[in-house]
């Protein structure tokens, strides 16, 4: 179950924040060459703050996604990739620590010090070597460019600004949008140092053998499924490695014309498919059993043995701290769970201090399929809110649900959580696995359509389907072709 957190905050600032990207305004400058004196942490000074920066973020970085992903085959792949990029880097005397991220988000970054990071959501996503290998030569030359210590120092000289915006504008809504703006800038590099990176990763791509074009096909292929994972396809970008690493058609022009020093597209280096999609053969897909699972429009964890629905058009985001769901109208629901502790009455616990606005005129008790619950209405800003809690043994759980002032989906929304929100049979537990991703050889009568109907996990399996293998309109499958597919 994820850990709670300050409800009321979050969810708004979760709205608040939805699809906002800031990407520093820079010149590209087309000749541009890496640090020839690459600080890691041995080499940093030991009264510098920064010396431990890696070593000092790396187990906070491990917690927010969900911990490590072991798997010997997995790892062995990823590390013969990182292996393969490290002897041609600028400075193949720099080190890595090469962490698979137990999370199902997209995404990869490095710190200072050589650490590199990759979700086994972009290992699932890639459908070769070279494209795993465009995303960490990408990283490995942030690292070797300095950019994580150049970072550092915009963060410190942030600092300042940041209090001034917070202690002047502490109870201002626009102070808070001007921290958040700030963290999302400096959470990022700047549009100059992605370009580095991508003209430094692509040479090292060539230079290791992979296919050097890889890098502008796995941006395409990111984006298709930040379009996929939308709920509004033209306005959601908020995929994770495509917010800090924008897809601009600058960078995918720029991969291409920098992979076209090693020759032709489709003539020169190794993808290296056939060695990768074994590799990844049962990779875990989706959520892991700990932080329970969603399906479609539903929320199940065995472990709690608890499951609701959210309503159609929604789109539920299973973070380590919290279960969001996004919908239609600017409508968010958060739901989470804490331990019951002293709090025998509900209606007490509600008013306990926790909730924001909470309107204590409100405050009534309520049963939710024969278990104890209690709800209540919250107002902040310009946003409403209802919250209510249900009681299972020793847990709480808490539903939140806001919505714009004066939208008429609050009611309705928070009737359909209560209504579906109920214990798993011990059946339905038993039943409930993992999905992971599975390596089929396409038999002779098989067709794209006929594969996607053995994807599980999702109604949209031919959408699915298509995405996780790369395939463009019009593609077929052939005999003897190997395809991934999502199944348990």
Not at 20 to 41: D, F, G, K, T, W
Not at 92 to 119: D, E, K, M
Not at 226 to 253: E, G, T
């Amino acid at each position: 179950m994820p850990r709670s957190r300050g409800v009321t905050g979050i969810v708004l600032a979760a709205i608040l924040l939805s699809g906002c990207q800031s990407v520093l305004e820079q010149a590209y400058q087309p000749n541009v060459s890496p640090s020839s004196n690459p600080q890691i942490v041995e080499e940093v000074q030991k009264n510098d703050p920064r010396a431990q920066m890696g070593a000092r973020e790396h187990p906070r970085i491990v917690a927010s996604y969900g911990g490590e992903y072991h798997d010997q085959k997995t790892e062995r792949l990823v590390a013969r990739i990182t292996g393969a990029l490290t002897a041609v880097s600028e400075n193949p005397a720099q080190s890595y620590r090469i962490t698979i991220l137990n999370s199902p988000a997209i995404n990869a970054f490095a710190l200072p010090g050589g650490y590199l990071y990759v979700t086994r959501g972009l290992l699932a996503l890639a459908n070769d070597a070279s494209e795993v290998a465009a995303v960490l030569s990408h990283e490995m030359a942030h690292v070797t460019a300095n950019h994580g210590i150049e970072r550092q120092r915009r963060e410190e000289a942030e600092v300042i600004a940041s209090r001034v915006v917070s202690e002047v504008l502490s109870s201002d809504l626009a102070g808070k949008q001007a921290l958040a703006r700030g963290k999302l800038r400096l959470a990022a590099f700047s549009r100059q140092q992605e370009l580095q990176a991508d003209v430094i990763g692509v040479r090292m791509l060539g230079e290791a053998g992979y296919d050097p074009y890889a890098a502008a096909r796995f941006l395409d292929s990111m984006a298709a499924y930040a379009r996929y994972s939308a709920v509004d396809p033209d306005s959601d970008q908020s995929l994770d490695f495509l917010s800090s690493h924008p897809n601009s058609a600058q960078r995918v022009d720029l991969a291409r014309r920098h992979a076209r020093n090693f020759g032709q597209e489709g003539t020169v280096g190794d993808k290296g498919r056939d060695y990768y999609i074994a590799g990844i053969d049962g990779l875990l897909y989706g959520d892991s059993p700990q932080e329970g699972y969603v399906r479609g429009q539903t929320f199940l964890h065995g472990g709690l043995g608890i499951r609701f629905e959210v309503p159609p058009a929604f789109r539920i985001d299973n973070k380590v701290e919290a279960v969001l769901a996004t919908g239609p109208g600017e409508t968010a629901i958060r739901f989470d769970g804490v331990a019951a502790g002293e709090y025998d009455s509900l209606t007490n616990y509600l008013t306990s201090g926790w909730v924001a606005g909470l309107q204590p005129e409100t405050v009534r008790e309520i049963q939710v399929n024969g278990l104890p619950a209690a709800t209540a209405r919250a107002s902040a800003e310009r946003w409403d809110f209802d919250v209510t809690v249900i009681r299972l043994n020793d847990q709480i759980f808490r539903f939140l649900t806001a919505v714009p002032k004066g939208s008429t989906m609050l009611e309705p929304t928070a009737n359909l959580l209560r209504t579906n929100f109920r214990q798993m049979t011990p059946q339905e537990t038993a039943a409930l696995k993992p999905l992971r991703i599975r390596v089929v050889t396409v038999a002779q009568g098989d067709t794209i359509a006929s594969l996607a109907g053995r994807m599980m996990g999702t109604d949209r399996k031919l959408d699915l389907f298509k995405l996780i293998n790369a395939m463009p309109a019009g593609a077929t499958v052939s005999p003897g072709q190997k395809v991934k597919i999502i199944s348990e």
